[in-house]
């Protein structure tokens, strides 16, 4: 009957807005940081349940593998 927010950064300090339109391309939507004044930070709730829930995760956790993959890619 209820959720959660979070607030995280990228330690990188970038701008966040590209990292939710990355991972908007996976299904799951997130508010960037900048629309709240902290352009590093991206907004993130978990008031999915059930199936959702795990769903939402499941394209989270798809979407940094492939970051990872490609930032290793590239070192």
């Given at each position: ?9 990228l ?13 908007a391309?996976?299904g ?11 352009a ?15 769903q ?20």
């Amino acid at each position: 009957m209820g959720g959660m927010t979070a607030f995280p950064w990228l330690t990188t300090g970038t701008n966040g807005r590209e990292f939710c339109r990355n991972v908007a391309q996976y299904g799951v939507l997130m508010a960037p940081g900048d629309c709240f004044g902290m352009a590093s930070h991206f907004r993130i709730g978990f008031a999915a349940s059930g199936e959702d829930f795990a769903q939402g995760l499941d394209r989270f956790a798809k979407f940094l593998d492939h970051t990872a993959l490609r930032s290793a890619q590239q070192t």
